[in-house]
Every structure is written in C-alpha cells, then in structure tokens.
C-alpha cells in the first residue's frame, strides 16, 4: 500500500509535467521508428566520411614522408656530385653516357674490370651511388642510389654539352641500350 501511496504522491507533484514528457517520447520514438533506414543511412554516410578523413590524413603522411626522403637524397645527391663522383658512361659506345641502375656492376672501361667497391659514381641525370660487394663475389654492385633534380649540381662533374648531348642522344628507342648494358667508368 504504501507503493500506491509513492505513486499517488509522485503523480500529484510531477503528474502535470509527466504526461507531455510522455508524449514527446512516444512522438520522438515514433519519428526514430519511421525514419530508421535515413538514421542508418546517415550513420553509415558518417562513417564513410571518417573513413575517407583517415585515409587523407594518411596519403597526406605518406607524402610528407616521401618528401622528407626525397630531400635527404637530394642532399646525398649534391654532397657526391660536390665530392667529384665518378662519371659512367655506356660499354658499348663509350661516347654515350649510361644511367646507374641499382644492382648493376659497372666496369671499368680501360681495364674491362669491375670497378672497385666504395666507388663513388654518377650520371648525368641526377643520379648516384655507391659501389659495393653485396654478395661476396668480388663484384661490386650499385647501392645507396641517391637522386638530385638540381643541375647545377650535375654541373659540378658534367659540361653543360655533355648533359645536353646526353639528352638530345637518349630517346626511347636508345635508352634500353644505354640501360640495358653494363655502365664504364668514364
């Protein structure tokens, strides 16, 4: 009896403010009910977008990291060419120069033989690297490949004939020779 008694109290205190509480639930529960594939929709379209925020925010520290590469290469890149690196240029024809490709021996053009690990070489497209015995075979190959867009380091090793010879000669249809081939040294 004394739980009829609470109720009946609480209903004389608050009765007049339950009734339109009541029926603002029922109303917003009846809106929620109708409207629940939209609410879904939007919940999911909410989603979506985070998803495509996360991965923005990920291709934007993608880039920066690959932009924070780029310039310490570039550094690399125009330390070796101030340092006088060794210009390489195509067995075949030693008048062509030829690109350094990572793995690749490059030989000496004098002798025929490999040119020695710790070599530092250099082409007139930007690129260099540093000569080293990865396999233990005696031979030493391309590593550390370093890349510089600046021409006037390019410039410090290569006239600007050469590099303009060497532009003018390497069409798409030579580059494969001049890739393909073991690089000299100049």
Not at 51 to 62: D, E, G
Not at 152 to 180: C, H, K, M, W
Request: aromatic share 8%.
């Amino acid at each position: 009896m004394s739980d009829n008694k609470a109720l009946r109290e609480f209903i004389e205190d608050y009765g007049s403010n339950i009734i339109p509480a009541v029926g603002v639930a029922i109303v917003v529960g009846v809106g929620v009910y109708v409207n629940r594939d939209t609410l879904f929709q939007r919940f999911a379209n909410y989603n979506q977008v985070q998803a495509v925020a996360a991965s923005a925010s990920h291709r934007t520290a993608v880039l920066e990291q690959l932009q924070k590469e780029a310039e310490a290469s570039a550094a690399i890149a125009e330390q070796r060419y101030a340092a006088g690196c060794t210009k390489i240029v195509a067995t075949r024809d030693r008048t062509k120069f030829a690109v350094i490709q990572e793995g690749f021996p490059v030989l000496d053009s004098a002798t025929g033989g490999t040119v020695p690990a710790g070599a530092v070489i250099c082409d007139p497209t930007g690129n260099t690297a540093v000569l080293k015995d990865i396999d233990g075979d005696g031979i030493a190959e391309a590593t550390a490949l370093a890349y510089t867009g600046k021409k006037e380091a390019i410039l410090n090793v290569y006239s600007q004939g050469e590099i303009d010879f060497f532009n003018q000669t390497t069409r798409p249809e030579q580059s494969a020779e001049l890739t393909d081939s073991v690089p000299a040294m100049w």
